[in-house]
């Protein structure tokens, strides 16, 4: 069965427009059937109530924790992705780690090691915002290691991946696309309302000269890191309430699809009495 938004192991992918591998799911104002905000409403509820009947269940079992991987580019949706979509979970079963630059210690260990120490515990939901894929595309664009060793990467994210899955790690990954029409409108909104003044980062400015070159790098990471143990999701984020919609729809589907079930009882809950 087609699974839509996903990148097929080994697809080419282009996320130009016009372009000869170009799919129409891949356009950032992509929204299906739906028109406008309030035809998800519904829906977007109901599938919030069956998440959490599923964190419950996953919990309960113990033997699989599930990460979701955001990444995008700035303005993308990440921080909204999550408080939206996981906004009807029990937060006492859930973790977000924001990767920022690395510090000394993380500098002087391989690049993988401040990931894998905040993977899940098995029975919760870990949410990286951004992840280990900065080490393929931010080192790649700003040139920050030579080329001989960020082609490396590729694989050696595709079997840490494998490691985590096959010892009981779901691994869901998320590409926030939006289009740079759209981030440029979320950068002036920034700017206009004082109330989001906190949230402007001249860095977020800068990055946006190297828009190409970020798309270029994506296009590789996801053609190279799309598996069949860890595929890659392209999420149409230019309106935020569809991005919202998919996503908790592929959450849904992944945890109902392992198929999980509660523990037996330790005691024979037929014999207990309460006087």
């Not at 309960?60 to 979970?89: F, P």
């Not at 010892?167 to 309302?193: C, D, H, P, Y």
């Not at 990471?221 to 908790?248: F, G, H």
Request: charged share 30%; with cysteine; net charge positive.
């Amino acid at each position: 069965m087609e699974i839509p938004f996903m990148v097929k192991p080994g697809m080419n992918v282009s996320l130009q427009e016009g372009s000869k591998e170009w799919n129409k799911e891949f356009d950032p104002e992509y929204t299906s059937n739906y028109v406008k905000k309030g035809d998800t409403k519904k829906p977007l509820k109901k599938l919030h109530k069956r998440m959490l009947e599923l964190q419950e269940l996953l919990y309960a079992e113990g033997q699989r924790a599930l990460l979701i991987i955001l990444q995008g580019m700035d303005t993308c949706g990440k921080d909204g992705t999550i408080r939206k979509v996981m906004s009807g979970i029990n937060v006492q079963g859930c973790e977000v780690v924001s990767f920022k630059a690395p510090t000394s210690d993380e500098l002087s260990r391989d690049y993988l090691w401040r990931v894998h120490k905040a993977v899940p515990q098995k029975g919760k939901i870990g949410i990286f915002n951004r992840s280990h894929y900065k080490d393929v595309l931010v080192v790649r664009v700003h040139n920050l290691v030579p080329e001989s060793i960020w082609k490396r990467r590729y694989k050696q994210i595709n079997d840490f991946e494998r490691m985590l899955v096959e010892n009981g790690t779901v691994i869901l990954k998320f590409f926030l696309n939006i289009s740079q029409k759209e981030q440029k409108e979320r950068l002036e909104a920034r700017i206009e309302n004082p109330a989001k003044h906190w949230k402007i980062n001249a860095s977020d400015f800068h990055e946006r000269t190297y828009w190409d070159d970020y798309m270029q790098a994506y296009e590789v990471a996801l053609q190279e890191c799309s598996t069949d143990w860890a595929p890659w999701y392209v999420i149409p984020a230019d309106k935020k309430w569809y991005r919202n919609l998919v996503i908790t729809e592929r959450i849904v589907e992944t945890l109902e699809g392992l198929d999980m079930k509660f523990p037996k009882p330790n005691t024979d809950v037929s014999k207990l009495i309460l006087e």
